[in-house]
């Protein structure tokens, strides 16, 4: 055994991982959650959503790549992917990532990203990972910028460098608790993309946590389309729903 192994074995053996969920003891030795709690994650992963704006669909609702919530939206990404539903383990995962200040998981749910863009055709297209930015208040009081840290770790998987494309143009309201209309009208012209990406023009994966009705993630992909990006993907860990959500066609 070499001293690398030895090393590994005896941390797992004195300080074996802890789930991130719920805190009970890793299922295996090297696995970040426990038994339990990767088998309500499989469930939520395993869900059929609608390609183009993430939500839970039937693929026989689906149509043209898109379900009746978003078909007669106006999108400027050609396709989403996400990791599961916002709730059980994948939402206490990401709450204690954004609010708790564990930033070692920016790595676990960065894995379960990287899975969930294995074997999708348009990966190959893309040339950047780009963060979904926050405003730079919102970094100093968190002390960090999560979504940063989780595109830099998807970005180390995948092979794909990670650029700053995207600049937060002013502070926005937080988005919780705010209507459908009111969460795009609260952060439409929150973006700008950066000087360099006119003149790039390549195609780019848009990262974030959470996508509740799109708002973010939509404006976004709008300002980096705008700006003259050949194809706009979005990869984000969680789907949340609203009570009462109806789609707009803002």
């Known amino acids: 055994m070499t001293w690398s192994l030895a090393a590994h074995w005896v941390s797992e053996t004195l300080w074996p991982r802890r789930c991130p969920a719920c805190g009970a003891p890793a299922a295996l030795p090297g696995a970040d959650w426990c038994q339990s709690c990767a088998a309500e994650l499989a469930a939520l992963a395993g869900r059929t959503y609608c390609p183009a704006c993430g939500g839970d669909a039937s693929e026989l609702l689906i149509r043209d790549g898109r379900c009746p919530n978003c078909r007669k939206l106006r999108l400027r990404h050609a396709e ?3 990791v599961g539903a916002y709730a059980g383990p994948l939402r206490a995962a990401i709450v204690s990532l954004k609010f708790r200040k564990n930033k070692s998981l ?3 749910l960065a894995h379960l990203l990287w899975a969930a863009l294995q074997g999708r055709s348009f990966f190959g297209q893309v040339d950047l990972i780009v963060p979904v930015p926050s405003h ?3 970094r100093l ?3 960090y910028d999560h979504v940063g840290l989780l595109a830099g770790q998807l970005a180390a998987l995948s092979g794909r460098p990670v650029a ?3 600049k937060a143009a002013r502070r926005v309201r937080p988005q919780v608790g705010l ?5 795009f009208a609260n952060v439409r012209g929150a973006f700008r993309a950066a000087g360099w990406v006119r003149a790039w023009g390549g195609s780019v994966c848009l990262v974030d946590d959470v996508t509740t009705t799109g708002a973010t993630v939509r404006e976004a992909a709008a ?3 705008s700006a003259g990006l050949d194809r706009v993907f979005v990869a984000v ?4 729903t609203v009570p009462g959500d109806r789609p707009s066609l803002m």
């Open 136 to 138: 730079w208040s919102r």
């Open 106 to 108: 920016d790595r676990v």
């Open 179 to 183: 209507s459908r209309d009111a969460r």
């Open 141 to 143: 009081v968190r002390g």
């Open 164 to 166: 700053q494309a995207l």
């Open 237 to 240: 860990v969680a789907k949340a």
């Open 80 to 82: 989403l992917v996400r």
């Open 223 to 225: 300002t980096l389309a």
